[in-house]
């Protein structure tokens, strides 16, 4: 065999090799989220990632949500899954039983390797950012302040409880959660709290958020409502404002939302407040409303009717690239 036909056989070797074990790592990944189908998923403890990332470390890990925002890693080398496949088992049971640190890492060995770590990034007292993976988080108490976009970006978010010591939060901390259902603040919170899953001020004379996979709760007394406080909510799909209303900032980015009826009371509407609620047809404008301001409405494309309780002067951009086909109704 010459020295080409040598190589060339070599590699072909080699590339067999490789194609084998990326199947028999696939097998692997599949037998893992079984397992994680199986055993390890429940309503509490959440299996929060089944990652293979190396297929020269041959190992698998696995990772298990904490509510405190941490996260304990299991990393299983696949050339000793008798060894570990005794353990893993006691190992789960220790997790779901809430077992503290040091249990959790006496389980660790050469064949299961266990690291804990947290998915927040906290400084002097502001949680700055959280990891992407996170699934639900109890904020731990000493935290005052969630930054801009703490969660920003955290698809898999779907539940976060507040502690009594945070003092200033911007709803876009939660921009683009799109699958937070449940939001709490402790009783104690001296700034903030929930009805429903519904973020008010204190006093509940400002509403400021709901998650996006919840029906917001609308208290009477509630004056205000900021800006982002529906934003890409998936479950509002009709709205009767409360008669305390005053005013609404650029809360709705509603996709669902079809019917709105503001109140009479209201006094002030921004710009841009109905951006891209794609599918609202209807709308009541009240009496008390002096003016419908340019871009309230922008791009509702499936608008159909516009009711007018009272003389609301409508400025020419007010229904921007919301086509012509809605009808203009005075009652």
Not at 228 to 254: G, H, M, Q, T, W
Request: with cysteine.
């Amino acid at each position: 065999m010459s020295v080409e036909e040598n190589d060339f056989e070599k590699a072909k070797e080699k590339k067999l090799w490789q194609v084998r074990f990326a199947e028999a790592r696939a097998v692997l990944d599949t037998l893992f989220c079984d397992i994680a189908d199986m055993l390890l998923y429940d309503s509490d403890k959440t299996l929060s990632m089944v990652v293979s990332r190396s297929d020269f470390e041959k190992r698998i890990a696995l990772g298990f949500d904490r509510d405190d925002g941490s996260v304990v890693e299991v990393s299983l080398a696949t050339a000793w899954t008798r060894v570990w496949c005794r353990r893993l088992g006691d190992f789960v049971a220790a997790f779901r039983d809430g077992a503290v640190d040091e249990e959790l890492l006496s389980f660790d060995s050469p064949a299961m390797r266990v690291r804990i770590y947290s998915l927040l990034k906290v400084q002097n007292g502001v949680l700055r950012r959280a990891d992407r993976l996170i699934r639900k988080v109890r904020i731990p108490d000493g935290i005052k302040v969630l930054g801009e976009r703490a969660f920003s970006g955290c698809v898999w978010l779907k539940s976060v409880e507040i502690p009594k010591s945070v003092e200033v939060l911007d709803t876009r901390a939660f921009w683009r959660c799109m699958r937070l259902s449940a939001l709490t603040v402790d009783a104690e919170n001296e700034h903030f709290c929930t009805v429903g899953n519904t973020l008010y001020t204190k006093d509940l004379s400002t509403l400021l958020f709901t998650p996006c996979c919840a029906a917001p709760t609308l208290v009477d007394g509630v004056k205000i409502i900021k800006k982002r406080a529906f934003v890409f909510n998936s479950v509002l799909k009709s709205l009767k404002l409360p008669d305390s209303v005053e005013k609404i900032e650029a809360a709705f980015y509603c996709t669902r939302l079809e019917r709105l009826e503001l109140n009479e009371g209201l006094r002030e509407i921004a710009g841009e407040t109905f951006q891209s609620c794609n599918f609202l047809k209807e709308v009541v404008i009240p009496s008390t409303l002096p003016v419908l301001r340019d871009n309230t409405f922008f791009v509702c494309p499936k608008l159909e009717k516009v009711i007018l309780r009272g003389n609301t002067k409508i400025e020419p951009k007010a229904f921007l690239y919301c086509g012509n086909r809605f009808l203009l109704v005075q009652s």
